[in-house]
């Protein structure tokens, strides 16, 4: 157990849809990183939110907003679904932002858009 | 051409068996490099991180990094059926002040007893 939680655990809905996907990262890390995972392209770098603002951004689109809050659990927002966002979408943390950090990833939400 | 290439595989290899687990990149800026280990339905988890070029040891697992090939690899000794597992190798360089990785799409690993 990595101690990143994420919920919910699997999520189906359809197309045009929007859904929230919640992260708390561990006890003490200020940064959150979301990344998108699907069979053809692998593991993708969203977006990145260090104590409350955003640090860095991916391949991130549009459609696809984030936020961490003042208590550092961080929400992805994903709006206007097509069938392409099915994929697993993790969140992890790490203390700080710097070279080396170590993130420790959560379980996962499995969406699948219908 | 994908900035990290990584063989999809699937590898598999006997219990016993040192299995050798390699991902090529292209961007020379790239200075830490890490291998995570995802099990089927779980969120990737770090095995080893090196910076720059050289070896690292860690148990059974050995992590090389030629930085002059572009090419790093992962050696598991003595293989053990819970080694079986998705490896992803993960690559970074300094971007904005945020070290954020860029990963190979994994190779399956398989030991069969």
């Known amino acids: 157990d990595s101690g990143v939680t994420q919920t919910p655990k699997h999520l189906i809905t359809a197309t045009g849809q929007r859904v929230t996907l919640r992260c708390s990262p561990r006890s003490g890390d200020l940064s959150v990183y979301w990344y998108q995972q699907s069979l053809d392209q692998g593991l993708q770098f969203l977006i990145q939110?260090?104590?409350?603002?955003?640090?860095a951004k991916g391949n991130i689109l549009e459609r696809f907003s984030a936020q961490q809050f003042p208590d550092l659990h961080s929400e992805l927002n994903l709006s206007s679904l097509e069938l392409g966002d099915s994929a697993l979408y993790f969140c992890?943390?790490?203390?700080?932002?710097?070279?080396?950090?170590?993130?420790?990833f959560g379980p996962g939400t499995r969406l699948l858009v219908l | 051409q994908k900035e990290v290439e990584q063989d999809p595989g699937p590898l598999s290899v006997p219990e016993g068996a040192i299995v050798s687990l390699n991902c090529t990149y292209s961007?020379?800026?790239?200075?830490?490099f890490m291998w995570y280990r995802q099990y089927s339905r779980k969120g990737p988890e770090l095995l080893m991180y090196?910076?720059?070029?050289g070896n690292k040891e860690d148990g059974r697992f050995t992590a090389q990094v030629d930085k002059s090939s572009k090419y790093i690899s992962l050696f598991i000794r003595d293989s053990q059926p819970s080694d079986s597992a998705t490896y992803l190798c993960?690559?970074?360089?300094?971007?904005?002040?945020?070290?954020?990785?860029?990963f190979g799409r994994g190779t399956s690993l398989i030991v069969h007893p």
């Open positions: 992890a943390s790490s203390v700080a932002s710097g070279a080396g950090e170590t993130q420790y």
């Open positions: 961007n020379s800026a790239f200075q830490y």
């Open positions: 939110y260090y104590n409350g603002e955003e640090r």
């Open positions: 090196t910076y720059s070029s």
């Open positions: 993960a690559m970074s360089d300094l971007a904005g002040g945020s070290y954020i990785p860029t």
